[in-house]
């Protein structure tokens, strides 16, 4: 098991990708700690069912990420339990699509707050035990389209660009504590959200993308556990695209 005995804290966790990296980091022997923003009942059901399923230890923190008390607190519960956080995956993240004309000032705050400055706050709360233990690995979700940009989406855009620039700024700062930070890209994955999509829509994604195909959660959860395990202990500041050769 490539995680036995590591505490993992996963924001966004209670589902979809967030979901899918703690089920495998379970499966790998890694104590999981569960965050669903504000939503704890979901998050404790989550919990739950990973420890009956994977027989490892579980915690379920309710935080909103776009406050660093909450941050803050969910980094000591999980500390309080588990003595240690050796891996955060910055998951936790929002929509509001709109034009640029059309966008509302509410719809750009909502989405920099949750989706950029959270990933902030949460590297700040961890970082301190990472680095008095001289060891971590931060492993942010960023997205394709923080790379290409996409037309409806230049809050989640700038929000996922800025992901990508605060993990090689962060891989600089920590990499003398052998604090590893890197990131994924993924393109459009099978999720709750693009189950809304109609099937046209669905088709007309696939048209962009040479595997013919939107990838599932577990192609990023596959993702997150090369970063968090020992086969990736000489990369950090990465940017691994996961989008079926979206964008090259």
């Known amino acids: 098991m490539r995680l036995q005995g590591k505490t993992a804290v996963i924001t966004g966790s209670a589902q979809g990708i967030g979901r899918a990296v703690a089920e495998l980091f379970a499966s790998e022997g890694a104590q999981v700690v569960v965050i669903s923003d504000i939503n ?32 803050e ?60 233990a001289r060891q971590g690995r931060i492993i942010n979700i960023a997205s394709v389209v923080g790379q290409m940009g996409n037309a409806g989406q230049v809050n989640y855009s700038a929000s996922k660009g800025g992901v990508i620039a605060m993990t090689k700024t962060c891989a600089r700062e920590f990499a003398s504590r052998n604090i590893l930070v890197n990131a994924i890209a993924p393109g459009f994955i099978r999720t709750a959200m693009t189950d809304k999509l109609t099937q046209e829509q669905k088709d007309a994604l696939a048209v962009n993308i040479p595997l013919a195909r939107l990838g599932e959660a577990e192609d990023i959860a596959k993702s997150a556990l090369f970063f968090a395990s020992d086969d990736s202990s000489y990369i950090t500041g990465h940017v691994m695209s996961v989008n079926g050769g979206m964008y090259m």
Do not use: H
């Open 40 to 71: 704890a009942e979901q998050a404790q059901k989550t919990a739950d069912e990973i420890k009956s399923k994977y027989g490892v230890e579980t915690a379920a923190v309710a935080a909103n990420v776009a406050k660093l008390e909450d941050c």
């Open 73 to 132: 607190s969910l980094a000591k519960s999980a500390l309080d339990k588990f003595s240690k956080i050796d891996i955060l995956v910055n998951n936790a993240g929002i929509t509001k699509d709109n034009l640029v004309l059309r966008m509302s000032e509410a719809e750009w705050d909502a989405v920099i707050a949750v989706n950029l400055k959270g990933v902030f706050n949460c590297i700040k709360a961890v970082s301190k035990p990472m680095l008095k």
